[in-house]
């Protein structure tokens, strides 16, 4: 079986250079890749969650896969929790509605055959305190006990563990209280990974037992630095018996470019800044 992930394709209803990498590997995904299972980690939209205009554009960007798809909301989506979110948007009861509204659910599972459980998750509604928040803990645990003994891929925007652990600026990841909760929940399987996003990077990492995968961005880098792979791209698994590999891919035709040159990017931020003031 093979699954691409793809994240943090920022699309907004104006286009531009985020719309036209996502053309290129919508096609690239469907002549080359052939997966069986397409799943997007979030920031679907450029990074207004309250731009319905976005969302649909996003919605109807993903009708050109030929594979089923599955979307996840990243915190440009609905949101993120707590002190640290971007521009004090914070995850809202009705960012997530208009969420589901648009793409039909936040979260999934998929059971491809007697092995594997693919698991998708709202990240962004862990410790906001929501009542969403209390549904997706009974959905899990629900989950949980429906597949014991399998292999587990957990597909979510933030990851579980930080990268950058005494980063503190915004949150790179989940909290720690919520993936021990959920790692507990799930210990009748095994956990062989956790593939996210919003890092806008592309990382692979081992905890025990479970393979972390950071999947690149379609549309932009946002942060220097030398860790991982910093180039758009996607996200190829390979999964055979209880195995799982992942593997970076990418086109040369992408363009790389920066987020605040993009006509998108400043509209939306503008129309961000004026609400805010
Ligand atoms: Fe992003
Ligand atoms: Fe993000």
Not at 67 to 92: K, Q
Not at 105 to 122: H, K, M, Q, V, Y
Not at 181 to 202: E, Q, W, Y
Request: aromatic letters at 8%; one cysteine or more; charged letters at 20%.
């Amino acid at each position: 079986m093979r699954i691409v992930q793809l994240s943090d394709t920022h699309l907004s209803h104006i286009g531009g250079v985020t719309s036209e990498n996502f053309t290129k590997l919508v096609e690239y995904v469907n002549e080359v890749l052939k997966p069986d299972l397409v799943i997007n980690t979030g920031d679907l939209v450029i990074l207004s969650p309250d731009s319905d205009a976005d969302r649909e554009t996003a919605r109807l960007a993903h009708e050109g896969f030929s594979a089923p798809v599955r979307i996840l909301p990243g915190n440009h989506d609905v949101g993120m929790p707590g002190e640290h979110a971007w521009m004090g948007l914070v995850t809202t009861s009705e960012r997530v509605s208009n969420y589901k509204k648009t793409f039909g659910t936040d979260r999934f599972l998929e059971l491809p055959n007697s092995t594997w459980a693919i698991i998708g998750l709202n990240s962004e509604v862990f410790s906001s305190d929501l009542p969403e928040e209390s549904e997706q803990w009974e959905w899990l645990e629900e989950v949980a006990a429906q597949v014991q003994g399998r292999c587990v891929a957990f597909f979510l925007h933030r990851p579980f563990w930080s990268p950058m652990p005494g980063f503190t600026e915004h949150a790179l990841a989940i909290e720690e209280a919520d993936r021990d909760r959920l790692l507990k929940i799930f210990s009748n399987s095994r956990v062989k990974l956790v593939g996210s996003g919003h890092l806008h990077r592309f990382m692979q990492g081992q905890e025990g037992e479970t393979l972390t995968v950071s999947a690149p961005s379609t549309a932009f880098i946002v942060l220097g630095g030398t860790l991982g792979i910093n180039q758009l791209g996607l996200v190829e698994y390979r999964i055979d018996g209880e195995e799982i590999r992942a593997y970076f891919r990418t086109i040369p035709s992408l363009v790389e470019g920066e987020p605040h040159e993009l006509a998108a990017f400043s509209e939306t931020m503008a129309e961000i800044q004026a609400k805010a003031s």
